[in-house]
């Protein structure tokens, strides 16, 4: 059964009280976020919100996935990140009281919980431990955002592939191969998807990945390290 508006307020401070954002917090506060706060259930290919809409929450991901995802002028969609079990998101449109600069959508079922604005930033205020820990976050993302912007700018298209299937392989799991499409490449690489599929189409030929419908199994990481250190060498002389 999913969670949802009906689940007690006793089940969300224990996830609260769970998560390490919120290690070392008064009870008080935990019971007043608790209290406020629900679960949310955004079943795959759901938007939790849009881009430009109005920051109203702080989310927390209990389980699932969450695309950040930017939308070009021409209507391409590119996703920024990812938010999974654990993770937290929102609270930059909260503390500039302004629009959500991006869009969130799942994809895969997932459960987020939802803290409302007016009681994120009074617990806020109380819980120096909690500013510190955000602007950490805060920091690290902002880190990882110049690196992505880097690698837009100065790699070419199959560099920007290669290093994010070698990301993505990477962190996948036991087994063995990648559940993504052609279109999801797409949007994480920031190419179109003829694009995409004319490059996999090369690397599958040369023998460096094998590729089903919605799977690749990356066969021959060292050619996708060498695309990507030849960049390296060309930018350094």
């Known amino acids: 059964m ?7 307020s006793e089940t969300i401070f224990q996830f609260l009280h769970s998560h390490p954002l ?11 976020v608790a209290r406020a706060s629900r679960f949310r259930h955004v079943p795959k290919g759901a938007f939790l919100f849009f881009q430009f809409d109005q920051a109203e929450a702080f989310y927390l991901v209990r389980k ?3 695309a ?24 930059l449109g909260l503390l500039i009281e302004q629009t959500h600069s991006t869009s969130a959508s799942a994809t895969e079922d997932s459960i987020v919980l939802v803290i409302p604005r007016l009681t994120f930033l009074s617990v ?11 602007l950490e976050i805060t ?4 880190q ?14 199959q560099q920007r592939l290669a290093g994010l299937l070698l990301a993505l392989d990477a962190a996948a799991s036991e087994k063995g191969y990648l559940s993504l499409s052609q279109e999801e490449l797409a949007q994480r690489a920031g190419l179109t998807r003829q694009t995409v599929a004319a490059i996999l189409g090369r690397w599958r030929r040369s023998g460096w990945l094998l590729t089903g419908r919605g799977h690749i199994m990356v066969l021959n990481r060292r050619e996708l390290n060498l695309l990507l250190s030849s ?6 002389n």
């Open 2 to 8: 999913m969670e949802n508006r009906t689940v007690g």
């Open 22 to 32: 919120f290690d070392g917090l008064s009870q008080g506060n935990l019971e007043q």
């Open 64 to 66: 699932g996935t969450i």
């Open 68 to 91: 950040i995802q930017l939308e070009n002028l021409d209507g391409r969609e590119l996703v920024i990140n990812e938010m999974r079990a654990g993770d937290c998101f929102g609270e």
């Open 124 to 134: 806020l205020k109380q819980e120096p431990l909690l500013t510190m820990r955000l």
């Open 139 to 142: 920091a690290q993302r902002l």
């Open 144 to 157: 990882d955002s110049s690196r992505r912007e880097e690698a837009l700018a100065f790699h070419d298209a």
């Open 231 to 236: 960049q390296e060498s060309a930018r350094q």
